[in-house]
């Protein structure tokens, strides 16, 4: 295992700020930790999701499964069902990014589903397979949060690793860890719907600047003692727009 951790969590289809984040990753240094939610809300979910994918298969990146991963693949098993929840969550953007610009006009959920299926099967499998969370000396990278209700936090539900928020963000931290996670927006952290910086409390971290939003993306640079660098890029190409 590598020496240094870096960690980056909710792009949301934003390609250009996950390349920027990129630059900093060295492989020979890092093992890179991709916390979630790589798609849905932005435009280039396809070239984020993909990308993902080629991180883990050339350089071991772990990727775990965030909630809007979540989102694409119970869509994708039920796509009636799931549509309208889907899109007004920014499956709309994943959609068409992944078929064509005016699919989900165009198309029924089921015919939006089977072609999906059909043209990206291994990114599919690829995505059921995604880890929920990752275990490194005394962190925890996780997408939403823990169960501190459980005797043992690796016993929390699958459900609760990728959708957790207020038991884990108001809950005691009964773990040994410190807990790494995305998911729930730092400016909503902060309790201004401002701040973009790293959240820090009871030995939680949360890493998620909103960028989606016209926030901020984090890349966190981790050894065994704590916190090396923290890159922070700003989303400059509109304004700040918590719209949920």
């Not at 792009?11 to 996950?18: A, E, N, P």
């Not at 280039?44 to 993909?50: G, M, Q, V």
């Not at 030995?203 to 600047?209: E, V």
């Amino acid at each position: 295992m590598k020496k240094l951790i870096y960690v980056i969590s909710d792009i949301h289809g934003q390609i250009d700020l996950f390349k920027k984040l990129l630059e900093d990753f060295d492989p020979k240094w890092h093992q890179l930790v991709l916390i979630g939610d790589l798609n849905d809300r932005g435009m280039h979910s396809k070239e984020c999701l993909l990308l993902g994918k080629e991180l883990v298969e050339q350089f071991g990146a772990v990727y775990l499964r965030g909630n809007h991963e979540e989102y694409l693949l119970q869509f994708l098993n039920r796509p009636e069902d799931w549509y309208e929840k889907y899109a007004r969550n920014g499956g709309k953007e994943t959609i068409n990014s992944l078929l064509h610009s005016g699919a989900t006009e165009e198309y029924s959920p089921t015919e939006m589903g089977m072609m999906i299926r059909h043209r990206y099967k291994e990114l599919i499998d690829f995505l059921i397979e995604r880890p929920f969370y990752f275990e490194w000396q005394q962190y925890v990278f996780v997408h939403a949060g823990v169960d501190f209700k459980q005797t043992d936090w690796r016993k929390t539900s699958l459900h609760d690793f990728i959708w957790i928020r207020e038991p884990f963000l108001e809950g005691k931290n009964t773990t040994d860890k410190t807990i790494v996670f995305g998911h729930t927006i730092t400016p909503m952290l902060h309790g201004d719907m401002q701040t973009t910086d790293l959240w820090f409390s009871d030995r939680k971290i949360g890493i998620d600047g909103g960028a989606i939003f016209g926030g901020s993306v984090h890349g966190v640079i981790f050894n065994q003692a704590g916190i090396v660098q923290d890159i922070e890029y700003q989303n400059m190409s509109g304004p700040w727009q918590p719209d949920f």
